[in-house]
């Protein structure tokens, strides 16, 4: 017979991979959330779905109990054939634990394939990740990193995040890039979807000395972030890059590549072109209707971006305003200046704390 498993536990093992998840709910339900690394097996597709759950509400609860079992028979074969190829620990889970994960574990049983269930399902783990998003007691410094848009910041951190430092990447757990550009191309999550990503890589890197992270505002397309990390970013160590405008051009091109979507593009420029001067606006906008993006980007640099980055850079404190700007001129240079800006602070840390205890062994 199978066990059930709690989320405390599963995510023990989640965190050591020993486990594999499966997610039994609908295609659409495992799109829309679930538990990060986690496989869809679905019980029922979208379609038998939700012709179950007409029966049950126009019908009768054995009506739909009863062509839930026509339907899970007729490819029950090929169902269980998915999970006896899965090898190792395997745990399943519905919306709540209920007949989707406890029918899929007891027949399991049966054909000698054991699988934990998730007692609770998955509203058990979102409950999880947004408690432990509200009470978390977040303890390594935070890095933040700032530059004009296109200085690079997101390349930056991914080459350093290659390297072994402990980057959380918001734009990538959002799936944007955080301007009004920032969804073309990409599938930008949920906010169900943002916070388990988050409090996982959060949680991955609690007893790191620091983390690293892109500036950013509170809201990055349709998400939020939760005010405690909003804080810490405030109360960071900031790491200003600058970059010539020729190089932020090229990155936003290569990241954007607005060539193979210019509706959306020029969608997207149509809610902010009345905060352009209106002249400035059409020759962005015919620009970019000729296929010149490199010239468009360019002005939206220098007439939109830039000045609102300078607005936003205002809100910051004095030590902000303190901090040298390091000129780069490439990804690969901005990755050797913040690595040696860590090192240095690193060792002004460990070297207080080692202070720290020196003092204290000769007040013994």
């Not at 530059?147 to 734009?171: M, S, W």
Request: hydrophobic share 40%; with cysteine; aromatic share 8%.
């Amino acid at each position: 017979m199978f066990q059930d498993i709690q989320i405390e536990k599963l995510n023990e093992l989640r965190a050591k991979n020993e486990i594999t998840v499966i997610d039994v709910r609908s295609p659409s339900e495992y799109a829309e959330s679930t538990i990060p690394g986690s496989i869809n097996i679905p019980f029922f597709n979208d379609e038998e779905r939700a012709e179950i759950g007409t029966l049950y509400k126009q019908v009768s609860t054995q009506a739909a109990k009863e062509r839930g079992l026509e339907i899970v028979s007729a490819k029950l074969p090929s169902f269980v054939k998915q999970f006896a190829e899965i090898q190792g620990n395997k745990a399943v889970f519905c919306w709540r634990g209920g007949m989707r994960s406890r029918t899929t574990a007891t027949v399991l049983s049966l054909m000698g394939i054991h699988v934990h269930r998730l007692e609770g399902g998955y509203r058990t783990y979102r409950k999880w990740v947004v408690d432990t998003l509200q009470s978390m007691d977040f303890a390594p410094d935070v890095y933040v990193i700032h530059g004009n848009t296109g200085t690079g910041k997101t390349l930056i951190l991914r080459e350093l995040q290659e390297k072994g430092y402990p980057v959380v990447d918001l734009e990538g757990m959002a799936g944007h890039r955080g301007s009004i550009f920032g969804e073309i191309g990409l599938k930008s999550s949920n906010q169900k979807t943002f916070d388990a990503l988050l409090v996982e890589s959060l949680i991955r890197y609690q007893d790191s000395p620091y983390i690293l992270l892109e500036a950013e505002s509170k809201r990055i397309g349709k998400v939020v972030l939760p005010e405690f990390l909003v804080q810490k970013k405030e109360m960071g160590r900031h790491i200003v890059l600058e970059a010539p405008v020729e190089l932020r051009v090229k990155h936003i091109l290569d990241d954007y590549r607005p060539w193979e979507y210019p509706a959306e593009s020029l969608l997207a420029f149509s809610k902010i072109k009345s905060r352009i001067h209106t002249p400035i606006a059409q020759e962005i906008e015919f620009s970019m209707q000729q296929g010149n993006y490199g010239a468009a980007v360019r002005l939206l640099l220098e007439y939109y971006y830039d000045p609102r980055y300078a607005h936003t850079t205002e809100a910051y404190g004095e030590a902000f305003h303190q901090e040298p700007v390091l000129a780069i001129g490439s990804v690969e240079q901005a990755v050797q200046l913040v690595e040696e800006r860590i090192q240095r602070d690193q060792e002004h840390v460990q070297a207080a704390a080692e202070d720290v205890q020196v003092k204290k062994h000769q007040s013994v």
